[in-house]
């Protein structure tokens, strides 16, 4: 039977779109499900503030009335409008290991793109920079992350066959956790305190970061906008990041800089992995996976590293150790001895030489790709 694909239009699909995944990764001990709240969320119209400025599509490919495949497509005007690229975006992409399947999507999110007066696909990517993106390339028998897509190891063979190529990638870090952080940090803390007369936040409850959020978004906003497709956010995208993420959110996790005004120069974001937790919740948090990634965040022995920003008159001074000195002493506190990552621009040369001083090993590459389109004839 041929491939026949189907536009997500109602609820119960977007239940068939969010949950596909969990049937083609059945059994692998590397793939870690999103929450299938947070994908919901996320790709309801009337619950992601992104659609003030964003619309999008969402398809099903059946073979045999089975799913065999998914893909999101996505055009984000507040990328065609600061990166000056009529480019459109697909996410969410799976599929069995079948060409027809892979390609007959694909040409649903290039058709729509074309109709829409864009010049070219390319992804994966989300609505914003804070969802997941990037296929992974290399890495495939290495444990996935909550804020990473995993994907079976033929994926890449298929974009390349259906005329996709790599328009950037990223790297991830295995990051041994010392017993306490290196002299070399540790020095440099104290000089830079002193020298640029900053401070760190002492917060001791989710309430005293919370007052930094806008803060915190400002300085995300000024330090990465000149990153691969990076993209403002609105006031409500900002409160709806806040209320969806910061629960998860541990004070000893998030070290604040600030300088002698109070005001936040510079901060990071880590917790304990949930990886495993999100593994035996099978992305669901009840009735029982709210309990698995408690235990998580309270007992683990790896973590994940999810940003660090910094001021960009801030930039270059080194700023950075001191958010390393005190998330290293965090894991120390909390028995942590391996960290992840998490993705980084192979460009980004600042942000890789933070992990000089660690013993790494770079074991996972993510790649967008992209394919400019022929005209309509």
């Given at each position: 039977?041929?491939?026949?694909?189907?536009?997500?239009?109602?609820?119960?699909?977007?239940?068939?779109?969010?949950?596909?995944?969990?049937?083609?990764?059945?059994?692998?001990?590397?793939?870690?499900?999103?929450?299938?709240?947070?994908?919901?969320?996320?790709?309801?119209r009337?619950?992601?503030?992104?659609?003030e400025?964003?619309?999008?599509?969402?398809?099903?490919?059946?073979?045999?009335?089975?799913?065999?495949?998914?893909?999101?497509?996505?055009?984000?005007?507040?990328?065609?409008e600061?990166?000056?690229?009529?480019?459109?975006?697909?996410?969410?992409?799976?599929?069995?290991?079948?060409?027809?399947?892979?390609?007959?999507?694909?040409?649903?999110?290039?058709?729509?793109?074309?109709?829409?007066?864009?010049?070219?696909?390319?992804?994966?990517?989300?609505?914003?920079?804070?969802?997941?993106?990037?296929?992974?390339?290399e890495?495939?028998?290495?444990?996935?992350?909550?804020?990473?897509?995993?994907?079976?190891?033929?994926?890449p063979?298929?974009?390349?066959?259906?005329?996709?190529?790599?328009?950037?990638?990223?790297?991830?870090?295995?990051?041994?956790?010392?017993?306490?952080?290196?002299?070399?940090?540790?020095?440099?803390?104290?000089?830079?305190?002193?020298?640029?007369?900053?401070?760190?936040?002492?917060?001791?409850?989710?309430?005293?970061?919370?007052?930094?959020?806008d803060?915190?978004?400002?300085?995300?906003?000024?330090?990465?906008?000149?990153?691969?497709?990076?993209?403002?956010?609105?006031?409500?995208?900002?409160?709806?990041?806040?209320?969806?993420?910061?629960?998860?959110?541990?004070?000893?996790?998030?070290?604040?800089?600030?300088?002698?005004?109070d005001?936040?120069?510079?901060?990071?974001?880590?917790?304990?992995?949930?990886?495993?937790?999100?593994?035996?919740?099978?992305?669901?948090?009840?009735?029982?996976?709210?309990?698995?990634?408690?235990?998580?965040?309270?007992?683990?022995?790896?973590?994940?590293?999810?940003?660090?920003?910094?001021?960009?008159?801030?930039?270059?001074?080194g700023?950075?150790?001191?958010?390393?000195?005190?998330?290293?002493?965090?894991?120390?506190?909390?028995?942590?001895?391996?960290?992840?990552?998490?993705?980084?621009?192979?460009?980004?040369?600042?942000?890789?030489?933070?992990?000089?001083?660690?013993?790494?090993?770079?074991?996972?590459?993510?790649?967008?790709?992209?394919?400019?389109?022929?005209?309509?004839?």
């Amino acid at each position: 039977m041929p491939i026949l694909v189907k536009e997500v239009t109602t609820l119960k699909d977007l239940k068939t779109f969010v949950r596909f995944p969990k049937s083609l990764y059945k059994g692998s001990p590397y793939w870690v499900p999103a929450l299938t709240m947070d994908d919901m969320q996320t790709l309801r119209r009337d619950r992601n503030p992104a659609f003030e400025h964003c619309t999008a599509k969402y398809w099903l490919a059946y073979r045999d009335g089975k799913v065999v495949g998914r893909i999101a497509g996505i055009i984000n005007r507040m990328h065609v409008e600061r990166w000056g690229q009529r480019y459109a975006r697909f996410g969410w992409i799976d599929f069995a290991d079948d060409q027809e399947a892979v390609g007959a999507l694909l040409k649903a999110v290039e058709d729509w793109a074309r109709d829409q007066g864009m010049t070219a696909v390319h992804g994966p990517l989300g609505f914003t920079d804070l969802d997941r993106e990037g296929m992974l390339v290399e890495g495939f028998n290495e444990l996935g992350t909550f804020s990473t897509m995993y994907n079976h190891a033929y994926y890449p063979r298929h974009m390349e066959a259906l005329g996709y190529q790599k328009d950037i990638d990223w790297l991830e870090y295995e990051i041994g956790v010392p017993e306490e952080p290196p002299e070399k940090v540790a020095k440099l803390r104290e000089v830079l305190l002193r020298r640029c007369n900053l401070h760190m936040l002492e917060a001791r409850s989710k309430r005293e970061i919370l007052k930094y959020a806008d803060q915190i978004f400002e300085v995300l906003e000024e330090s990465y906008r000149h990153l691969y497709g990076v993209v403002p956010l609105s006031r409500k995208q900002v409160d709806s990041y806040v209320k969806q993420y910061f629960d998860y959110v541990s004070p000893e996790f998030v070290p604040v800089v600030l300088d002698e005004n109070d005001r936040l120069i510079a901060f990071g974001l880590a917790l304990p992995s949930l990886s495993r937790a999100l593994q035996k919740a099978r992305g669901e948090l009840f009735p029982f996976g709210f309990i698995h990634i408690l235990r998580a965040l309270k007992k683990n022995n790896r973590a994940d590293l999810y940003l660090v920003a910094i001021k960009p008159e801030f930039q270059g001074k080194g700023i950075n150790a001191l958010i390393i000195h005190q998330i290293n002493l965090a894991f120390n506190q909390h028995g942590i001895t391996l960290a992840e990552s998490n993705p980084e621009l192979e460009t980004n040369q600042a942000v890789q030489a933070q992990w000089k001083n660690f013993k790494t090993r770079q074991h996972k590459r993510r790649r967008c790709y992209i394919k400019h389109l022929e005209p309509a004839s």
